[in-house]
């Protein structure tokens, strides 16, 4: 199982932009790399998906080199609702499911007014 | 995720005790897992299903054991509660129509086992 490695909290002042970083050196051919955020309180919740190069949705941008031992979310002019924690994964989803898309300990991101 | 239910939101027991965590989702998803979450830990995978007829264990599936009672339901047991099952556990779903469809999680049960 590739298995990744983020920091474990950030703070950010509104406005700005968030980038997290996530490590996945030894991520495989076919692995996908996925982000959520959870809430207090709340399951997580997907936000963006990507194989290679770059991927943006309406909430977020993914940033993913060629090598694809690192990603990159990019949070845009956060807000104070976007204090939660993140998590980066990888894996192959559709080839059998979610069992071996690890979560880990995800990223701590604090919004400061 | 609302369209995944799950029953109850909160729920404090003693050690000994037989619990029941349900889940149900109104996405028509056949894949279903159960995790726990634990301060520092993450999500940790218990047990999933593909269908009615599949149950697989996960990472950390002693203690526990689940029945899929149908499409939409699926339930997690601890059949004598001990004080480290404490945890925040989550029900997600997941489809496989077209590409690497999304988990989609419920909003988790907080267990309290004294």
Redesign the interface.
Known sequence: LAKTTQPISMDSYEGQEVNITCSHNNIATND?I?W?QQFP??????II?GYKTKVTNEVASLFIPADRKSSTLSLPRVSLSDTAVY?CLVG???RG???KV?????TKLQVIP | DADVTQTPRNRITKTGKRIMLECSQTKGHDRMYWYRQDPGLGLRLIYYSFDVKDINKGEISDGYSVSRQAQAKFSLSLESAIPNQTALYFCATSGTQGGNQPQHFGDGTRLSIL
């Open positions: 996908y996925t959520y309180s709340q399951g997580p919740r997907f998906q998590y192959v989803p559709e499911g979610y069992q690890t979560f880990g300990t995800g």
